[in-house]
C-alpha cells in the first residue's frame, strides 16, 4: 500500500497527521482547533507526485480516509495536464473509498507569508478572509527562524489585517525532495493538502504571476481549483495584476512596510537576491514607501540583475517601460544594461547553433544539448 500507517494524534492545542508515502514518513501539525478537515482528501493530493515518480501504479488511501467523488474525478486530468509539463512523471490509478461529505464550516481561509502575492490577496479579500495560513516546511525550512522572529512578524502583520494566522508546520517537503520533485512543481499540491486538513468554505491560493506572463507550474489557475472538493473550493487568486500593480495597492492600503519577499531571510529583507531587487525596482520606480529594505536600491544592483535567472524573466520589460516614463535616466541606463546581455546572451547562443550547423552540420550544439539533457533523477516543470 502506498499510503500507509495514518496516524492522527491531538496533543494538547496541536493535531499531528502522519502517513508513510512509499517509505518516507510525511507529517503535519497544525492547531487542533482548525483540524476540520478530511485526510483522505489531503492524503491523495499530497500522493500524487511521488506515486507518479514511478514508486508506484496504484494509490491506495487506508477505507477509514473517504475521499471526495469530485476530487477523486479529477485526478485523471490533473495527472495529464502535469504530465505534460513533466514528461518524466507516470500516470497512478486510486483505490479509494469515495464520499460526497458534507461540511458547514463558513471560514475563508488564505495563504498568506508577508510577500507581495499573498498582501494583496489578503487586501482584495479582506471583508471575506477569516484567517490567514502559513506553510512551515514549505515556504520556510523548519529549522530556520530558531527564534521565532519571523513567524512574529507574520503574525503582526496578520494583527494589522484583523486576521488569526494559523501556522502548519510539515516535512513534506524534505519527503518530496526525497523522490526527486522539484519545489516548483509541488506548490499547489501541498496548498491543497493544507486546505482538505483545515477543511475551510473557501481556500485562496495567491498567484505569482500576471495571466499573460503564466508559464507551466505547480500552482496555476487551470490546476489549482481542480484539488477542490464538494465542500472545499480551492482558488488561485490575483492573477489579474501585475506585480507592480499589486505594490501600489499594498502601498495605499499602508502595508508595504510589511512585506518580506526575501529568498534568504524570513525576519528582513537581505536587499541582494533577485526578489529583494526586484521588489525594490518597483518601489523605487513608483516611488512607493520602502521603509521594509534597509539599504538604498544601486544602479550596480540592477545593471547585475540577471534577468533570466530571476522568477520575472519577461516582465522586467514592464519595469524598463516603467522607468521610461518616469523619466529617469539613471534607471533607464542600469535596467537597458541588464537587458541588453540578457539579449545578448540569446543572441550568442543562436548564433553558436548556425555557425555549428554550417560547420559541423550541427553536432556539437546537438552533443552538448545531449549532455544538458542527461537524466539528474529529478521530476521538473519542463518550460519550453
Known amino acids: ?22 517509505s518516507q514518513e510525511t507529517w503535519f501539525e497544525l492547531p487542533s482547533e482548525h483540524f476540520r478537515g478530511s485526510v483522505g482528501d489531503a492524503l ?13 501504479t496504484e494509490v491506495q488511501v487506508p477505507e477509514q480516509y473517504p475521499v471526495s467523488q469530485r476530487l477523486f474525478d479529477s485526478l485523471p486530468l490533473q495527472q495529464a495536464t502535469f504530465q505534460t509539463w513533466s514528461k518524466k512523471l507516470q500516470p497512478v490509478t486510486y483505490r479509494v473509498r469515495r464520499s460526497e461529505g458534507t461540511s458547514s464550516d463558513d471560514r475563508v481561509v488564505s495563504s ?36 521565532g522572529q519571523g513567524l512574529a512578524r507574520l503574525h503582526r502583520a496578520a494583527e494589522r489585517l484583523g486576521k488569526e494566522l494559523i501556522v502548519v508546520k510539515t516535512n513534506a517537503l524534505t519527503v518530496f525532495s526525497s523522490f526527486r520533485i522539484q519545489r516548483l512543481l509541488i506548490y499547489g499540491t501541498f496548498m491543497a493538502a493544507v ?18 506572463y503564466l508559464e507551466p507550474s505547480g500552482s496555476h489557475p487551470m490546476t489549482d481549483p481542480r484539488w477542490s472538493t464538494e465542500t472545499v473550493e480551492i482558488l488561485y487568486d490575483g ?5 507592480l500593480d499589486k505594490m501600489k495597492c499594498i502601498d495605499e492600503a499602508g502595508m508595504l512596510d510589511d512585506i518580506v519577499v526575501c529568498h534568504y531571510n524570513f525576519e528582513a529583507n537581505c536587499c541582494r537576491c ?61 535596467m537597458a544594461y541588464a537587458e541588453i546581455l540578457y539579449r545578448l546572451k540569446a543572441i550568442l547562443k543562436s548564433l553558436m547553433g548556425l555557425v555549428d550547423d554550417l560547420v559541423t552540420g550541427g553536432r556539437l550544439m546537438s552533443s552538448r544539448a545531449s549532455r544538458m539533457a542527461q537524466d539528474d533523477g529529478w521530476f521538473k516543470v519542463e518550460v519550453p
Open 1 to 22: 500500500m502506498f499510503v500507509d500507517d495514518v496516524e492522527v494524534r491531538e496533543e494538547g492545542e496541536m493535531a499531528r497527521i502522519s502517513a508513510t508515502l512509499g
Open 239 to 243: 492573477d489579474e495584476r501585475f506585480r
Open 195 to 212: 486546505a482538505h486538513l483545515l477543511g475551510p468554505r473557501r481556500f485562496l491560493v495567491p498567484s505569482s504571476a500576471p495571466l499573460n
Open 274 to 334: 533577485a526578489k529583494c531587487i526586484r521588489t525594490m525596482m518597483g518601489i523605487e520606480l513608483q516611488g512607493l514607501t520602502r521603509s521594509a529594505f534597509s539599504e538604498p536600491l544601486t544602479t550596480a544592483a540592477v545593471r547585475r540583475f540577471e534577468i533570466n535567472n530571476s522568477p520575472d524573466g519577461p516582465p522586467f520589460g514592464e519595469y524598463l517601460d516603467l522607468a521610461r516614463k518616469s523619466g529617469n535616466k539613471k534607471w533607464v541606463r542600469a
Open 44 to 56: 491523495t493530493c499530497l500522493a500524487m507526485f511521488p506515486a507518479m515518480t514511478g514508486a508506484t
Open 112 to 147: 498568506f507569508s508577508g510577500g507581495v502575492d499573498s498582501l494583496y490577496t489578503a487586501l482584495r479579500h479582506n471583508n471575506e478572509i477569516t484567517h490567514f495560513v502559513y506553510i512551515h516546511g514549505y515556504e520556510l525550512k523548519l529549522e530556520d527562524d530558531p527564534d
